[in-house]
């Protein structure tokens, strides 16, 4: 099992930009999660999902959008980047809410 | 509201010393809490929650509901400990749960 995968690993985007950042897990979880990470401060969420078809807002959703068309899938779309969103970002799956999430490697989001 | 406090981002102690991360949570409800850990050039990954009340890598953490702590020890810190490390609260339903983090604390631990 590859577990949860993230692209890119890193990129840089210019201020107004869009782009999407990737997620996969192949451990057929109904949990799926984004959070960013700011420098000396702990993850943040941005957006969860229970199962295909279903998010909800996390604590700072403000600037992004999920869809979740599958189960393996929860990409996390930036559609007008600002400098504020140079974040490291972390996607995570898990089997049920009160259950261990497995974390992706992490996307290093810089905005220029 | 929901919070978790980490109050030392670094905490540098001897190979063989004890080792305390501290985290202290506010939160209304009954918590539900855990230690994730990342080590350098990995992912971050469970390191133990208090429900399971088992030691992992030497490590253990107790619930005290009192102090509204989840300190995390260990009783001899080893080079291999050295590490960031995130205590998370769990809140919500169990359909909704979300985590929240502290703000981590890296332990070094020299040689």
Same mark, same amino acid.
């Given at each position: ?70 189960? !393996? ?5 930036? !559609? ?19 259950? !261990? ?12 | ?8 981002? &670094? ?26 850990? $990342?080590?350098?050039? $990995?992912? &971050? ?12 890598? #030497? ?29 998370? &609260?769990?809140? #919500? ?14 332990? $070094?631990?020299?040689?």
């Amino acid at each position: 099992n590859a577990g949860v995968t993230q692209t890119p690993k890193f990129r840089i985007l210019k201020i107004g930009q869009s782009m999407t950042l990737q997620c996969t897990q192949d451990m057929n979880h109904n949990y799926m999660y984004w959070y960013r990470q700011d420098p000396g401060m702990g993850l943040k969420l941005i957006y969860y999902s229970v199962g295909a078809g279903i998010t909800d807002k996390g604590e700072v959703p403000n600037g992004y959008n999920v869809s979740r068309s599958t189960t !393996e899938d929860f990409p996390l779309r930036l !559609e007008l980047a600002a400098p504020s969103q140079t974040s490291v970002y972390f996607c995570a799956s898990s089997t049920r809410t009160y259950n !261990e999430q497995f974390f992706g490697p992490g996307t290093r989001l810089t905005v220029l | 509201a929901q919070r978790v406090t980490q109050p030392e981002k &670094l905490l540098s102690v001897f190979k063989g010393a004890p080792v305390e991360l501290k985290c202290n949570y506010s939160y209304s409800g009954s918590p539900e809490l855990f230690w994730y850990v $990342q080590y350098s050039r $990995q992912r &971050l990954q469970l390191l133990l929650r208090h429900i399971s009340r088992e030691s992992i890598k #030497g490590f253990t953490a107790d619930l005290n509901k009192g102090e509204t702590s989840f300190h995390l020890k260990k009783p001899f810190a080893q080079e291999e400990d050295s590490a960031m490390y995130y205590c998370a &609260l769990i809140y #919500g339903s169990s359909n909704t749960g979300k985590l929240i983090f502290g703000q981590g604390t890296t332990l $070094q631990v020299k040689p």
